[in-house]
């Protein structure tokens, strides 16, 4: 377990989601730990290791190092390894690969184009914005329809449905609300501001029941401003994923700049289960 000031310190330095401490043990429901200048979070039998360091200057026979010496420590059958890239050894031994790329958008040199300026101040005569601590009915059924329409992969899934419970349990997450002339939600972000330096775009989703062109860039925009309020100039926009969505970020100004590496590695005698059971307390 971490303590109060390890909290304060990593929170401090952070520049990844996964090293804000509050909304990974929500998410994964593992306990944190603090090596050298490693996060890693463990439960029963699995282990997810963070291979960002939080200092930033390190080399890959120290993540290694480190990360054997974590393996050796819990003695995990299942190890999630996310970082900029893997070690060799582990890499050795993936039975699940996934590269991608985070995306950030700095506000301190951001310059909206006037185009997107002018689709938000005509959909702002159509949409209310809220900015609540709280998701009711109306969000899970919107979660619902959302999963059900755009058929994530299993990952993704298992995120958006988490949305509930983790808002339920977080101090430093905002949610964003559009809504329609009739009070209906049209769309909703889920912002972290856990972080000292930057807010987090968590997730975002809108309806096609209750559809408005371009809610979507209206809550983006409220994001900015969320954001900004809070003396916070960078704002860590996720994964890239897929096209549709890296062109969305883009035209927003988001631009790619880190590696995203995540291997799957199982120490046991049979693979039964993965991290989306994990993530979903069925292990």
Same mark, same amino acid.
């Given at each position: 377990?971490?303590?109060?000031?390890?909290?304060?310190?990593?929170?401090?330095?952070?520049?990844?989601?996964?090293?804000?401490?509050?909304?990974?043990?929500?998410?994964?429901?593992?306990?944190?730990?603090?090596?050298?200048?490693?996060?890693?979070?463990?439960?029963?039998?699995?282990?997810?290791?963070?291979?960002?360091?939080?200092?930033?200057?390190?080399?890959?026979?120290?993540?290694?190092?480190?990360? /054997?010496?974590?393996i050796a420590r819990f003695q995990p059958e299942y190890?999630?390894?996310?970082?900029?890239?893997?070690?060799?050894?582990?890499?050795?031994?993936?039975?699940?690969?996934?590269?991608?790329?985070?995306?950030?958008?700095?506000?301190?040199?951001?310059?909206?184009?006037?185009?997107?300026?002018?689709?938000?101040? /005509?959909?702002?005569?159509?949409l209310t914005l809220e900015r609540s601590r709280t998701? +009711?009915?109306?969000?899970?059924?919107?979660?619902?329809?959302?999963? /059900?329409?755009?058929?994530? +992969?299993?990952?993704?899934?298992?995120?958006?449905?988490?949305?509930?419970?983790?808002?339920?349990?977080?101090?430093?997450?905002?949610?964003? +609300?559009?809504? *329609?002339?009739?009070?209906?939600?049209?769309?909703?972000?889920?912002?972290?501001?856990?972080?000292?330096?930057?807010?987090?775009?968590?997730?975002?989703?809108?309806?096609?029941?209750?559809?408005?062109?371009?809610?979507?860039?209206?809550?983006?925009?409220?994001?900015?401003?969320?954001?900004?309020?809070?003396?916070?100039?960078?704002? *860590?926009?996720g994964l890239g994923v897929n096209e549709g969505i890296?062109?969305?970020?883009?035209?927003?100004?988001?631009?790619?700049?880190? +590696?995203?590496?995540?291997?799957?590695?199982?120490?046991?005698?049979?693979?039964?289960?993965?991290?989306? /059971?994990?993530?979903?307390?069925?292990?």
């Amino acid at each position: 377990m971490i303590t109060v000031e390890e909290e304060t310190y990593i929170l401090s330095q952070a520049y990844v989601p996964e090293h804000i401490v509050s909304l990974m043990v929500l998410l994964s429901k593992g306990e944190p730990f603090l090596i050298e200048d490693y996060l890693c979070y463990v439960k029963d039998n699995w282990l997810i290791f963070i291979g960002y360091p939080l200092a930033q200057n390190t080399s890959l026979e120290k993540i290694e190092n480190i990360l /054997k010496g974590t393996i050796a420590r819990f003695q995990p059958e299942y190890v999630w390894y996310i970082g900029q890239s893997v070690p060799p050894s582990l890499s050795r031994s993936c039975t699940e690969r996934e590269s991608d790329q985070y995306y950030k958008l700095d506000l301190q040199s951001l310059v909206i184009k006037k185009d997107l300026m002018r689709m938000v101040q /005509k959909v702002k005569k159509e949409l209310t914005l809220e900015r609540s601590r709280t998701m +009711n009915k109306e969000h899970e059924g919107l979660i619902k329809e959302c999963v /059900k329409r755009e058929k994530p +992969n299993p990952w993704i899934k298992a995120h958006f449905l988490s949305m509930p419970d983790y808002i339920k349990g977080s101090q430093s997450a905002v949610v964003l +609300n559009a809504r *329609n002339r009739n009070g209906q939600l049209s769309g909703f972000y889920v912002v972290e501001l856990g972080a000292k330096t930057f807010a987090t775009y968590v997730v975002g989703s809108h309806s096609k029941k209750y559809y408005v062109p371009h809610a979507s860039d209206l809550l983006f925009f409220e994001m900015i401003n969320l954001t900004r309020d809070h003396g916070k100039y960078i704002i *860590n926009l996720g994964l890239g994923v897929n096209e549709g969505i890296r062109r969305f970020k883009e035209k927003w100004g988001g631009v790619p700049y880190l +590696n995203y590496e995540f291997c799957e590695c199982f120490y046991g005698t049979t693979r039964t289960v993965s991290l989306i /059971k994990a993530l979903e307390g069925k292990l």
